[in-house]
């Protein structure tokens, strides 16, 4: 089955400073993958997705690359704000149409 | 514009028991999904189901069991409890199915004593 690796784990930046998190999947076949942003105690929250089709999404602050040959996408925060204090996971979802998680990256926005 | 709800919110039960866990997606979403969430870690798959189908289902026992009604909502039913079942269980919903967006509703905190 389908494999997600996250890297790193905790990730601490200066607020105006930029922030990357990457993850690794396992399975060619997968097509979607998409982030998550979840803040203490509340649910997952969908931020940007990427297909495999497409090699780079940006929305505002936030954009996602992914690399079909290298089997890994990455998730790249500008202009971070302490807002953006979260822990983000990644997700690819492969032949068995279910969303396999990464282990997720605590960032802290310091001011 | 009504989210994905799920109930409770909260859940304190004893071991060997059963627990009944309910979700509705939103409107015009055909998918649910249901994960279990353990502390500092990241959501692991359940179920999937759609059409009232189970689509998927992940590497879990057979305690765990799950349906999704006419009116696309779902339940999902956990027996024989163990402490290890504490967790937060997250339901999604989407469109339809695993390669589309899927939203999450808040959870059910289960705490199994």
């Known amino acids: 089955g389908e494999n997600v690796e996250q890297h790193p784990s905790t990730l601490s930046v200066q607020e105006g400073d930029s922030a990357v998190i990457k993850c690794t999947y396992s399975?060619?076949?997968?097509?979607?993958f998409p982030w998550y942003k979840q803040e203490l105690g509340k649910r997952p929250q969908l931020i940007i997705d990427?297909?495999?089709?497409?090699g780079e999404k940006k929305d505002q602050r936030i954009a996602v690359t992914l690399n079909k040959t290298a089997k890994h996408f990455s998730l790249h925060i500008t202009e971070t704000q302490p807002e953006d204090s979260a822990v983000y996971f990644c997700?690819?979802?492969?032949?068995?149409?279910?969303?396999?998680f990464g282990t997720g990256t605590r960032l802290q926005v310091t001011l | 514009d009504a989210g994905v709800t799920q109930s409770p919110t909260h859940l304190i039960k004893t071991r060997g028991q059963q627990v009944t866990l309910r979700c509705s997606p939103i409107?015009?979403?055909?998918?649910v999904s249901w994960y279990q969430q353990v502390l500092g870690q990241g959501p692991q798959f359940i179920f999937q189901?759609?059409?009232?189908?189970?689509?998927g289902r992940g590497n879990f026992p057979d305690r765990f069991s799950a349906r999704q009604f006419p009116n696309y909502s779902s339940e999902l039913n956990v027996n024989a409890l163990l402490l290890g079942d504490s967790a937060l269980y997250l339901c999604?919903?989407?469109?339809?199915?695993?390669?589309?967006?899927?939203?999450f509703g808040p959870g059910t905190r289960l705490t199994v004593t």
């Open positions: 189901y759609y059409e009232k189908e189970e689509r």
């Open positions: 999604a919903s989407s469109l339809v199915g695993g390669k589309y967006e899927q939203y």
């Open positions: 399975d060619s076949a997968s097509n979607y």
């Open positions: 990427i297909r495999s089709n497409v």
């Open positions: 409107s015009g979403h055909k998918s």
């Open positions: 997700a690819a979802t492969g032949t068995a149409s279910k969303l396999t």
